[in-house]
């Protein structure tokens, strides 16, 4: 009997025991799968490649190399073979513009006077061409112009073909030069020859100091005989679009 009740009295004191393991246990809250489902992952970097991505690409567009020169001619000589041999000077004003990546338009005027002669020749030329840049900034072209000539002694036009090529060494310092091929027109005679042109120009910040020598020989395709006429060309040069 003693022993029953001793048995009884220690499950009575243990029975409280499973019932506090079970309050001591953490709870751990499960979280549904379609909820955890259906929260997006934010991607590293993702919105800003989309939004770079969205931005439309900007049309490359360089005009370097497009300028504006006034200049004087201290020194010029009109000669024609067995019958004119005269120094004069003059005045004149040309520019460059490039549009789009691989075009240009040029235009030019120019004025001479030759006093002894009493001759004056004036000269207009309007082109267009291709024109290329590399990474070193030189620029190269190939330019259709038309030109026209008026004198005393004879109007003259037509069209020529040049081939166009600038370097710069350094950055105030840019060489440029120009061979061409001329076919023009007069009253009494067709004529045709090269022309040729080498320069420098002193860059002083966007604007710069120039001087360039041209050459142009004609010859009478009947005659064989026709003008030549040389230029020194001092001036100052404005560069913009670069």
């Known amino acids: 009997m003693g022993r029953s009740l001793g048995l009884m009295l220690c499950a009575s004191l243990l029975a409280p025991l499973p019932a506090l393991a079970q309050e001591d246990e953490p709870v751990v809250e ?3 799968v379609e909820e955890a489902a259906a929260e997006p992952a934010e991607p590293a970097g993702g919105a800003v490649v989309e939004e770079m991505a969205a931005e439309p690409a900007e049309e490359e567009t360089d005009v370097t190399g497009s300028f504006v020169d006034v200049f004087y001619v201290p020194t010029t000589v009109l000669e024609i073979p067995g019958v004119l041999d ?11 513009y490039r549009f789009g990546r691989h075009f240009a338009a040029s235009g030019e005027y120019h004025w001479r006077r030759y006093e002894k002669a009493d001759i004056e020749l004036s000269e207009r030329r309007l082109g267009f061409g291709l024109v290329a840049k590399n990474d070193s ?12 000539l008026e004198s005393d002694l004879d109007d003259i036009d037509g069209f020529g073909v040049h081939g166009r090529l600038s370097h710069a060494p350094y950055e105030w310092l840019r060489f440029h030069g120009d061979l061409g091929y ?11 020859g090269f022309e040729f042109t080498a320069g ?24 064989g005989v026709g003008p030549t006429v040389q230029d020194v060309r001092v001036g100052a040069r404005l560069t913009f679009g670069g």
């Open 200 to 223: 420098l120009v002193f860059s002083i910040g966007r604007n710069g100091l120039f001087v360039d020598w041209r050459r142009t020989v004609l010859e009478g395709k009947d005659s």
């Open 182 to 192: 001329l076919w023009l027109e007069g009253d009494a005679e067709k004529y045709g």
């Open 30 to 32: 499960v979280v549904p």
């Open 137 to 148: 900034g030189d620029l190269g072209g190939l330019f259709l112009e038309y030109q026209q």
């Open 86 to 96: 005269e120094n004069g000077d003059g005045i004149g004003g040309r520019g460059l």
